[in-house]
């Protein structure tokens, strides 16, 4: 089906009329255009005799707050798809975000408007399973597995039981790439012919007033649009609000030959304007700061709505006189200004937890060692393994990690060390989120000699060996580093490969020191694993609860309790606090 024809059957459903039968050639008939416009709140007053059919949604669209321009306009009466996805966002504003998301996710067409249909589709992808949950359960659940610090609140990830835009953002956030083509390197000549450079430093009203009369231009052919959660686009108003200087912006002002400023484009931080100018707009709130936070008057408030609790005037005020540093490039050629973006956009790309932590954490040499063992650089040469091992370890581990998120194997090998070393954070260890843990771990844990580092490779070989060759079960329901879903098919889980590797560096620890014997290993993780209940939800809580019973109950089938000095010396991070966290959950 055509995008006309997709567009048609959107407006259609939205609007509760039936598609128009196909024509020959794809005509779009009158009157089904005048179904359209006398089914469209706020399109009464169009009179349907007088005008051709175009002009006739060129009306209706403008009525309902949509923009008619060459891309709408065709020769003739013709109605072109431009013009009917327009009228179809506007009846439904999320559709942009509906169908980036559908396009992210690799699917063909446009997907179905009903919300129900939709948020299913998304489900199935994130968690191989069929929605059984109510929409806003499923969909509340869904933001959590992709992102557990989304910054929604419950009342902003659905309104009346449907979803909302900034629902969909998140989740848009989440499957976008970067898709932006490399320039060809004999453009980097022009990029050193820049002469015309400023700097200044704007109030925010400035950029306000530029933007309501259409002079600064947040959508260049060449930026990725809105793609900032929730959560940071609160963030930045925080730091506004909380005084807090923010980076410079870098822009593009077009003038004409009189020095009179004619348009702006962004070439750096565009995502900042965005948060700024949709929060002037009221299309979210601030975060709901805790009690102690400074801001705590102002929590869930937006800027100035006219049902829902607002910041006071005088923070409009502040906010608006508030200064952002600018750079300003003036009248670059538009071939080259797209090489500008690629250098200068230092904000433009969300990046994950282990991105981050690839970038900060550089210099550690364990966390060298994991990207290295993950794979992340074929081209690496360097060796913690014999070669052949190490280059069968990496294939099969990126072959159990399949992710769609960036750095994903050398977070899971992160993982494993910071779940098998646990830091407690007060006196009864509850467990962090698998982000907060990791990083702690690193940031304990930061002087290797190469000698140890080459220990903790054998060590990581060794427990992946060890999980192979005993977690998987062969009853169709365990195996070493799968897990079924509802469909009865194995795919690959992190909490089963991690848990399993922890516990087998704990059984291969207890074996070398004889304490128990490597004949009843087999039998007692056959007794075990079978009979802890893996959780459906999976956040903090039920991610160390799984781990901590898993492993307190194979030792308890050894008859290894907390008062075992000899096995918590043998283990003595994992062993007291896999031990407390157990006994708070039974308790």
Request: proline residues 4%; contains cysteine.
């Amino acid at each position: 089906m055509n995008s006309k024809r997709l567009n048609v059957k959107d407006i259609s459903e939205l609007l509760g009329l039936e598609n128009p039968p196909e024509q020959i050639g794809g005509t779009i008939t009158k009157d089904w255009i005048v179904s359209v416009i006398s089914a469209t709140p706020g399109c009464e007053h169009i009179d349907h005799a007088v005008l051709g059919k175009q002009e006739l949604l060129k009306a209706g669209l403008e009525a309902i707050g949509g923009v008619w321009d060459d891309e709408c306009a065709s020769e003739g009466s013709t109605i072109t798809a431009s013009a009917l996805s327009r009228y179809a966002i506007c009846l439904e504003p999320r559709l942009k975000e509906m169908r980036e998301i559908w396009r992210l996710l690799g699917k063909d067409g446009y997907p179905s408007v009903n919300h129900q249909k939709f948020v299913e589709a998304i489900y199935a992808t994130i968690f191989n399973e069929e929605m059984s949950d109510n929409l806003q359960s499923s969909l509340a659940k869904i933001l959590s597995q992709i992102d557990e610090e989304h910054g929604l609140s419950d009342e902003e990830i659905t309104d009346n039981g449907q979803p909302t835009k900034s629902a969909y953002q998140v989740i848009k956030s989440y499957f976008f790439t970067d898709d932006l083509e490399e320039e060809e390197d004999e453009e980097e000549d022009e990029v050193k012919r820049f002469v015309r450079t400023k700097v200044s430093a704007t109030q925010i009203a400035s950029l306000k007033n530029w933007y309501q009369n259409g002079m600064l231009d947040l959508n260049p052919p060449w930026q990725r649009g809105d793609v900032w959660t929730p959560k940071k686009k609160k963030s930045v108003m925080e730091s506004i609000m909380l005084g807090i200087p923010l980076p410079a912006l870098i822009l593009h002002s077009i003038e004409d030959s009189a020095g009179r400023l004619r348009s702006i484009e962004v070439i750096d931080g565009q995502q900042r304007l965005r948060s700024m100018m949709y929060f002037m707009e009221n299309q979210f709130p601030l975060s709901d700061f805790k009690t102690n936070h400074e801001l705590h008057d102002s929590r869930k408030c937006y800027w100035n709505h006219p049902t829902k609790k607002s910041i006071d005037q005088e923070w409009r005020i502040l906010i608006e006189t508030t200064d952002v540093p600018i750079l300003w490039f003036v009248n670059v050629e538009p071939k080259t200004l797209r090489k500008v973006f690629n250098l200068y956009n230092t904000a433009a790309l969300k990046l994950n937890a282990a991105e981050i932590r690839n970038a900060t954490y550089q210099t550690h040499k364990l966390h060298q060692m994991a990207f290295i063992l993950a794979g992340e650089n074929p081209d690496s040469e360097i060796t913690y393994l014999e070669a052949e091992v190490q280059r069968q370890f990496t294939a099969d581990w990126r072959d159990i990690q399949k992710s769609l998120k960036r750095f994903a194997a050398t977070e899971l090998i992160c993982q494993y060390f910071a779940y098998s070393r646990p830091l407690r954070s007060g006196p009864v260890f509850k467990g962090s989120t698998t982000k907060i843990t990791i990083n702690k771990f690193l940031d304990h844990n930061r002087t290797y000699s190469s000698d140890d580092i080459s220990e903790l490779a054998q060590e990581l070989l060794d427990c992946y060996q060890f999980t192979e060759d005993n977690f998987d079960l062969d009853n169709g329901i365990n195996y070493s580093f799968f897990r079924n879903d509802k469909n009865g098919l194995a795919k690959p889980n992190k909490l089963i490969t991690i848990t399993n590797m922890v516990a087998s560096r704990m059984l291969i620890k207890l074996v070398g020191a004889g304490i128990i014997d490597e004949s009843a290993v087999r039998n007692a993780i056959e007794y075990v694993i079978p009979s802890v209940e893996f959780p459906d939800n999976q956040n903090a809580v039920t991610i160390w609860g799984y781990q901590a019973t898993v492993i307190v109950e194979l030792l308890t089938y050894f008859g290894i309790d907390s008062e075992n000095s000899e096995v918590s010396e043998l283990l003595p991070c994992l062993i007291p606090c896999m031990f407390e966290r157990y006994n708070s959950t039974v308790e």
